[in-house]
């Protein structure tokens, strides 16, 4: 449904030219979310401006449903009005001087050739049922709030039945209680609708409730794309590993390579063995998830390894403990523990440490 290739937009600053996307390429298919993921300034809203025609790409080639909407080589550009998209923007752009159906049925009285007045009425109302507006079709915008209005303007967005929905950090303006509860029927909304989206966030909680496919920026570029699942448990590079969630990234040394594939890998205050293709003598980071590290105030059985060390820190976060635990040899591990466990500031614990949980880059 969607294919960008070769993607560049670069801006004029004061210290010159600055490349806000620098080749980006990914392929989105038919009724999939898909969503850039980054921090700011990493060129994701700059990548959906270009794909809904907000922007002028400087090279590349956008697709849409087979329709080539982009393409500098070849001169063309597709105004965004003539595009199949739908979008909702971070701060909604609701009319405030029209009711909840009239800003829904903006989009189709203002179409070229517009619909019967019928038709209108049938598809606002047909899209308000989907998200749950129906009731409060006659309700002024200006007493909406921002959990109505995000459905509002998702409901604006499909009543025209684009080919693609874009979003751009629609849910970012809502205080935390209600985005978690707005994710969740975001992501049943776009599923029931069908259509095929791309989302645009810096929140991976977001991306990984939304998406059947993710792409993490950094700089302009992606740097891995795959299914949350995949990107999560093995990241590409550090950078993406400690974007995706809390992240223990660790200097160490190989030390010496056993049978297995395993080697021995020295980190400050303890020896870790962990899969990696790394020669002895190489100097290696090495990522564990704290929630991969068996916090025990007894030494574990069996574990394959284990590190000895004192609670520094200690938060209770209701369905969990997070603690950093002190190593002898001063280095510091973030870890999660069962909320019944008895942990507190300068409790003597072990650490057990799957090796098929950990993942170790190679220093290039």
Request: aromatic share 4%; net charge positive; charged share 25%.
């Amino acid at each position: 449904m969607l294919k960008v290739t070769g993607l560049v937009k670069s801006f004029a600053t004061a210290e010159g030219e600055a490349r806000a996307v620098d080749g980006v390429e990914f392929t989105v298919a038919e009724g999939k979310c898909y969503a850039l993921l980054g921090p700011s300034g990493c060129g994701k809203t700059t990548t959906l401006r270009c794909v809904a025609g907000l922007e002028h790409a400087d090279r590349g080639r956008i697709e849409i449903g087979g329709q080539v909407v982009s393409d500098s080589a070849a001169g063309i550009f597709v105004p965004v009005h003539r595009r199949p998209i739908g979008m909702v923007f971070q701060s909604y752009a609701i009319w405030p001087h029209l009711d909840v159906f009239e800003n829904v049925a903006y989009p189709l009285r203002v179409a070229r050739p517009r619909p019967p007045r019928a038709e209108i009425e049938t598809r606002v109302m047909e899209v308000l049922s989907i998200v749950g507006m129906a009731a409060m079709m006659r309700r002024p915008a200006t007493r909406l709030s921002g959990g109505q209005q995000q459905r509002v303007a998702l409901a604006r967005a499909i009543v025209r039945r684009p080919a693609l929905l874009l979003l751009d950090e629609p849910l970012s303006n809502l205080d935390a209680r209600l985005r978690d509860a707005m994710r969740n029927e975001l992501s049943e909304m776009i599923a029931r609708i069908g259509i095929t989206a791309l989302y645009v966030t810096h929140d991976q909680a977001e991306a990984f409730a939304l998406a059947d496919r993710i792409a993490v920026m950094d700089r302009g570029r992606v740097v891995q794309e795959g299914e949350p699942r995949a990107l999560y448990a093995k990241p590409a590079t550090p950078f993406v590993a400690s974007f995706l969630g809390a992240a223990n990234i660790l200097a160490g040394r190989v030390e010496a390579r056993r049978d297995g594939g395993r080697a021995s890998i020295a980190i400050d205050g303890g020896c870790l063995l962990v899969e990696t293709e790394a020669p002895p003598g190489e100097n290696v980071e090495l990522v564990l998830r704290p929630e991969d590290v068996a916090v025990s105030t007894a030494p574990p059985p069996g574990a394959a390894n284990m590190l000895e060390g004192r609670i520094a820190t200690v938060s209770f976060q209701g369905g969990r403990i997070e603690c950093a635990v002190e190593l002898k040899g001063g280095l510091r591990l973030r870890a999660v523990a069962h909320p019944s466990a008895a942990l507190e500031q300068g409790t003597a614990v072990w650490l057990g440490v799957d090796p098929n949980r950990c993942t170790v880059f190679r220093k290039r």
